[in-house]
């Protein structure tokens, strides 16, 4: 192992270069990046068309809790107003049991 602090590029190790040479000067086939990036933009596509639908839905079932729970607040209001009234008969009917 050498200790010297006057390092220079002649100090590398010519064996992994020899590697990384073979590795960055291999025949990458254009078509085949081109055809990678044609799946990826197809995918992003889908991916995009799957969260526009999806917002959608999500807006419509939205709209559709809002006025599922208008109607529930509006039925027991008629409930409890027909509750009411029923009582009130209940109490009459009774009256009139007790007066007769």
Request: aromatic share 2%.
């Given at each position: 192992m050498r200790h010297d602090h006057n390092w220079t590029g002649a100090d590398i190790d010519r064996e992994p270069q020899s590697h990384y040479i073979v590795c960055m000067t291999k025949n990458i086939k254009p078509p085949?990046?081109?055809?990678?990036?044609?799946?990826?933009?197809?995918?992003?596509?889908?991916?995009?068309?799957?969260?526009?639908r999806l917002v959608k839905e999500n807006r419509s079932l939205r709209t559709q809790q809002e006025s599922l729970t208008t109607e529930r607040a509006s039925l027991l209001e008629k409930h409890d107003s027909v509750?009411?009234?029923?009582?009130?008969?209940?109490?009459?009917?009774?009256?009139?049991?007790?007066g007769a």
């Open positions: 085949v990046f081109g055809q990678e990036v044609s799946r990826l933009e197809q995918q992003v596509e889908t991916l995009l068309t799957t969260i526009d509750r009411h009234r029923v009582e009130g008969i209940v109490t009459r009917l009774k009256s009139l049991e007790t």
